[in-house]
């Protein structure tokens, strides 16, 4: 183990001895019980109370874990005795601040070694945070690097405000632990890692079917459910007008008014087809399928709202936003569907056409919002009737409907 030492080290007499077996019976912990635990944190906590158990006084610990997720750059958590865990996870652009470049965490990230200084005296600290440490009352500060298969270096820190600091026994303990937990902690952040991704490009309900083992080209699944397809108005002619970063914007921001009221609402988002939403709504266990549709009609009131107001903040050259809404209530069927060993896992279904056959009307109609006739049957209340259409494909007239208006 290399370290960095900024002061000898000065160890308070009558610690408690700790030897193999201690090491052992927190291995055994780590291989047996923690890999079975629920996430990092349970982990963590778990690992920090043991330690303290065997009489190592930890007063602080921290661990930073890089996170490959489209919303943050990592994950740091804060374990205090007595104290609930703080996580805090960290945004993109954190590893290019002062708080990062600055710190011991980017210390050992960089070199892969551990450090440990000595904070009871007046000697010279290389980072701001251990000069706050020394000032609340911290002696001794370890840091040390969870390394994982692929190379990638994390950080653990333990900090103590015994007289002295920890122990050479303490100190051996703790890194001796070190590749019994890292290999836990990758356990467990790979499990997150998967989880996130396929709930970021599948959904999570999908998520979980693929993880059950519902990975077979052909492996359908059949609910009933409200469906819900939004698609964004004169998107080609868009395109064609702007630049594809500016494209990109503006798709993201119109995402950001749907998706939050599709899951504000219960609902989940199954399908992205370029400008399109496709999201369903599924009965609650025990509950009817009105309820289903009133979730699915909140959200979509809910999506063109968001809308309507994003176009509201008036920004110089801002694209205006229209979006078109259908609600039906049917049967669709998931799964995967594919060639070979490059599969999708979509929804499919001729309750899925008819919906998309509905939205195209909202255009035709001059209207954002249209529902089938079931769909209002099921939700059980009283809406405006647009009157009979043929939709492509389907061989009877089907009665379409909207939301009254209510008169100022």
């Not at 370029?274 to 609650?284: E, K, N, Q, S, T």
Request: glycine fraction near 8%.
């Amino acid at each position: 183990m290399n370290t960095a030492s900024i002061a000898p080290p000065i160890y308070a007499p009558g610690p408690r001895r700790l030897g193999s077996d201690s090491m052992r019976s927190l291995e055994d912990w780590l291989t047996r019980e923690a890999r079975f635990m629920n996430g990092n944190s349970a982990v963590f906590s778990g690992f920090c109370r043991r330690l303290v158990a065997l009489g190592i006084p930890i007063d602080r610990a921290t661990l930073h874990l890089r996170a490959l997720h489209a919303r943050y750059r990592g994950v740091s958590r804060i374990w205090q005795p007595g104290e609930e865990l703080d996580e805090r996870f960290l945004d993109h652009g954190i590893e290019k601040t002062a708080t990062y470049l600055e710190s011991p965490v980017r210390a050992v990230a960089d070199s892969g070694d551990s450090f440990d200084w000595h904070l009871d005296d007046a000697h010279a600290l290389p980072f701001a945070i251990l000069e706050e440490m020394r000032e609340t009352g911290y002696t001794h500060y370890y840091i040390a690097p969870v390394t994982y298969t692929s190379g990638a270096i994390n950080a653990l820190s333990w900090a103590t405000k015994r007289p002295g600091g920890f122990t050479a026994d303490e100190l051996a303990l703790l890194t001796g632990l070190l590749p019994a937990y890292s290999m836990v902690t990758e356990l467990k952040a790979v499990r997150r890692f998967i989880n996130n991704m396929l709930t970021t490009y599948v959904g999570e309900e999908p998520m979980r079917l693929i993880l059950d083992g519902q990975v077979r080209r052909g492996d359908i699944r059949t609910i009933d459910a409200a469906l819900m397809l939004v698609d964004l108005r004169d998107f080609t002619m868009l395109s064609d007008q702007m630049s594809p970063r500016a494209v990109i914007r503006l798709l993201n921001e119109y995402f950001d008014c749907v998706f939050p009221a599709v899951r504000s609402h219960g609902g989940e988002i199954m399908e992205i087809m370029g400008d399109g939403v496709l999201a369903i709504f599924r009965p609650p266990e025990g509950e009817r399928a009105a309820d289903a549709c009133r979730a699915a009609l909140a959200a979509a009131q809910e999506a063109l709202a968001d809308i309507e107001h994003r176009n509201g903040r008036e920004r110089a050259g801002q694209t205006m936003m229209q979006a078109g809404v259908a609600l039906h209530y049917g049967t669709v069927s998931y799964g995967n569907i594919g060639s070979g060993d490059r599969l999708d896992f979509t929804v499919i279904g001729p309750d899925v056409n008819m919906t998309s056959r509905i939205e195209r009307f909202c255009r035709d109609l001059e209207r954002s919002l249209i529902m089938s006739e079931i769909f209002v049957e099921m939700l059980g209340e009283p809406m405006w009737e647009l009157g009979h259409f043929e939709l492509r494909g389907f061989s009877r007239m089907q009665r379409l409907f909207e939301v009254p208006h209510h008169e100022p």
